[in-house]
T-cell receptor, first 111, second 112 residues
Framework: TQLLEQSPQFLSIQEGENLTVYCNSS?????LQWYRQEPGEGPVLLVT?????EVKKLKRLTFQFGDARKDSSLHITAAQPGDTGLYLC???????????FGTGTRLQVTL | EAQVTQNPRYLITVTGKKLTVTCSQN?????MSWYRQDPGLGLRQIYY???????DKGDVPEGYKVSRKEKRNFPLILESPSPNQTSLYFC???????????FGSGTRLTVV
């Protein structure tokens, strides 16, 4: 089973700060997906990156897929309390039915 | 509204009493999957299905069964639940997997 390590595990910041979450593996992935999960709910897909070096922006969120397709990062600019949640990366090795999820980063943004 | 519907949301049962958690999607998705989420262990795949009548084991299939008789439905069956199956369960579906999954709202199962 491929392992996806996320760092940091926990992050507590104030509104307006910037942050970066990392997702690393020794395995190569065909695609890397990022999800956000709120308490008591299922994960919600934020973005999928498929090309090495690809950068995608979703408003204040910037996602990057590493050149070797083994790692990814999520950067949030000017965090807001609504960004609070559990951020999960998930890798697909080509058999798209089998996703491996990362360990998760729990983000709390306070006023 | 495009969604994955799981039922029930909460369930408390006793050891050994067979139960089924239902999952239905209205997006005509080919791929469906069941996960369990436990503190410190994250999301782990139980079973998945790439099409009707095609199912396969994920990382933690022991103690679970699934069936995919129709495209929209993918029930999870616990024939003889045990306390170590107490967990938060999620069903998810996708058009082809690599483009991302839509998750249900979860079923919190407690086995006493």
């Amino acid at each position: 089973t491929q392992l996806l390590e996320q760092s940091p595990q926990f992050l507590s910041i104030q509104e307006g700060e910037n942050l970066t979450v990392y997702c690393n593996s020794s395995s190569v992935f065909s695609s890397l997906q990022w999800y956000r999960q709120e308490p008591g709910e299922g994960p919600v897909l934020l973005v999928t990156v498929v090309t090495g070096g690809e950068v995608k922006k979703l408003k204040r969120l910037t996602f990057q897929f590493g050149d070797a397709r083994k790692d990814s990062s999520l950067h949030i600019t000017a965090a807001q309390p609504g960004d609070t949640g559990l951020y999960l990366c998930a890798g697909d090795t080509g058999t798209a039915s089998k996703l491996t999820f990362g360990t998760g980063t729990r983000l709390q943004v306070t006023l | 509204e495009a969604q994955v519907t799981q039922n029930p949301r909460y369930l408390i049962t006793v050891t050994g009493k067979k139960l089924t958690v239902t999952c239905s999607q209205n997006m005509n998705h080919e791929y469906m999957s069941w996960y369990r989420q436990d503190p410190g262990l994250g999301l782990r795949q139980i079973y998945y299905s790439m099409n009707v009548e095609v199912t396969d084991k994920g990382d933690v299939p022991e103690g679970y069964k699934v069936s995919r008789k129709e495209k929209r439905n993918f029930p999870l069956i616990l024939e003889s639940p045990s306390p170590n199956q107490t967990s938060l369960y999620f069903c998810a579906s996708s058009l082809w997997g690599g483009n991302g999954y839509t998750f249900g709202s979860g079923t919190r199962l407690t086995v006493v």
